[in-house]
């Protein structure tokens, strides 16, 4: 099955600066691969996602890359802003027309200093 | 409406009890999902139904029982539970034709078995 690694695992930055989280995954025919953001007692909460068929995708201040030959795939956050603190999932799927389970990296809390 | 819906919020049950944890979104969505997440741990997947019937099943222990009534509903029964399976049970839902694979989370039933 697809096993997905993720890091760093905490991420501490001044606000203002940017953050970027790194996942990998390994299996080959995973074709879609979300970001989620989870605060604390919350709900995981899609935040972007992108397709394998998409090199990179961006959304105001956040934007994923997805390099397929190297199957790793990036969460980079500019402008970093308080309200950015939480915990950040990758995952990876599967998406041939039906529905399928995502598998999740283990998390990266990051941290927004003052 | 936009969100998938959990009751109860929190339930606590003893391990000769009988539950059921329920999940309804009204989103036409025809895929729906269970996921356990255990404290700093990211959510694993358990059981995934894709047009009212159940497609994956990840091997997850008799004790914990799914149900689809419909299209909208998602229960999961539980008996004889351990108190290993507390944690936070994420039930969501994605659109489950084509290529539009984004799962929506719902805000979860957080479960103590004593």
């Known amino acids: 099955g697809e096993n997905v690694e993720q890091h760093p695992s905490t991420l501490s930055v001044q606000e203002g600066d940017s953050a970027v989280i790194k996942c990998t995954y390994s299996?080959?025919?995973?074709?879609?691969f979300p970001w989620y953001k989870q605060e604390l007692g919350k709900r995981p909460q899609l935040i972007i996602d992108?397709?394998?068929?998409?090199g990179e995708k961006k959304d105001q201040r956040i934007a994923v890359t997805l390099n397929k030959t190297a199957k790793h795939f990036s969460l980079h956050i500019t402008e970093t802003q308080p309200e950015d603190s939480a915990v950040y999932f990758c995952?990876?799927?599967?998406?041939?027309?039906?529905?399928?389970?995502?598998?999740f990296g283990k998390g990266t809390h990051l941290i927004i200093q003052p | 409406d936009t969100e998938v819906t959990q009751t109860p919020k929190h339930l606590v049950m003893g391990m000769t009890n009988k539950k059921s944890l329920k999940c309804e979104q009204h989103?036409?969505?025809?895929?729906m999902y269970w996921y356990k997440q255990k404290a700093k741990k990211p959510p694993e997947l358990m059981f995934v139904?894709?047009?009212?019937?159940?497609?994956i099943n990840e091997s997850v222990p008799s004790r914990f029982s799914p149900e689809c009534p419909n299209s909208s509903l998602l229960n999961l029964h539980l008996h004889a539970l351990q108190p290993e399976d507390s944690a936070l049970y994420l039930c969501?839902?994605?659109?489950?034709?084509?290529?539009?694979?984004?799962?929506?989370f719902g805000p979860g039933t957080r479960l103590t078995v004593l």
């Open positions: 969501a839902s994605s659109h489950g034709t084509g290529i539009y694979n984004e799962q929506f």
């Open positions: 299996d080959s025919a995973s074709n879609y």
């Open positions: 992108i397709r394998s068929n998409v």
């Open positions: 995952a990876a799927s599967y998406s041939g027309g039906g529905a399928d389970g995502l598998t």
């Open positions: 989103m036409g969505h025809r895929a």
């Open positions: 139904y894709s047009y009212e019937k159940l497609s």
